[in-house]
């Protein structure tokens, strides 16, 4: 009896009553779905609204894209237009160079002119013949810009298409 006795006290230290922790966790995991789930939800609204915005501002991007084209078209060109001139600034300054070094030009200082006609004798400078001057053909912003009239015919043309449409 006694042996029952005590098989019966041990067997109660193991029995383990788990349910409040069981019920804890239960909550736990139930509080984490919900959050799981409001996190989904947010998610998609968050896509849904990235493809919207992304639809609205397609389309405003997509009507750029001929104005961007044009201003890149105006950029490359005015950089060729910056190209010519250094050459043709270049080619001025090249002729200019030679024409100096034909030019009877006095290179002595203000005492040496005064004192010269005393002490040499007069250079006869009328007998080298000077060559003529031809000018070079430089550039034309015609060439890379549309003139004015240009610009406004093609918005003319434009408005007219526009309101046909």
């Given at each position: 009896?006694?042996?029952?006795?005590?098989?019966?006290?041990?067997?109660?230290?193991?029995?383990?009553?788990?349910?409040?922790?069981?019920?804890?966790?239960?909550?736990?995991?139930?509080?984490?779905?919900?959050?799981?789930?409001?996190?989904?939800?947010?998610?998609?609204?968050?896509?849904?609204?990235?493809?919207?915005?992304?639809?609205?501002?397609?389309?405003?991007?997509?009507?750029?894209?001929?104005?961007?084209?044009?201003?890149?078209?105006?950029?490359?060109?005015?950089?060729?237009l910056v190209n010519k001139v250094g050459e043709d600034v270049e080619l001025?300054?090249?002729?200019?160079?030679?024409?100096?070094?034909?030019?009877?030009?006095?290179?002595?200082?203000?005492?040496?002119?005064?004192?010269?006609?005393?002490?040499?004798?007069?250079?006869?400078?009328?007998?080298?013949?000077?060559?003529?001057?031809?000018?070079?053909?430089?550039?034309?912003?015609?060439?890379?810009?549309?003139?004015?009239?240009?610009?406004?015919?093609?918005?003319?043309?434009?408005?007219?298409?526009?309101?046909?449409?």
């Amino acid at each position: 009896m006694m042996l029952d006795e005590l098989a019966i006290d041990y067997s109660e230290y193991l029995k383990v009553n788990n349910e409040n922790e069981v019920s804890a966790l239960k909550d736990v995991v139930e509080d984490m779905l919900t959050r799981l789930e409001e996190f989904q939800t947010f998610m998609e609204m968050v896509r849904a609204l990235r493809m919207e915005s992304t639809m609205m501002h397609y389309d405003s991007i997509k009507a750029m894209k001929s104005k961007v084209t044009e201003l890149t078209d105006s950029v490359n060109k005015l950089e060729k237009l910056v190209n010519k001139v250094g050459e043709d600034v270049e080619l001025v300054d090249q002729q200019l160079t030679e024409a100096e070094a034909c030019m009877p030009i006095n290179k002595d200082g203000p005492l040496n002119t005064i004192l010269k006609p005393f002490f040499k004798k007069q250079e006869d400078h009328s007998s080298k013949p000077l060559p003529a001057y031809e000018p070079p053909v430089i550039f034309k912003s015609d060439d890379y810009f549309l003139t004015t009239e240009a610009v406004d015919a093609l918005k003319i043309i434009d408005n007219d298409t526009t309101t046909n449409n």
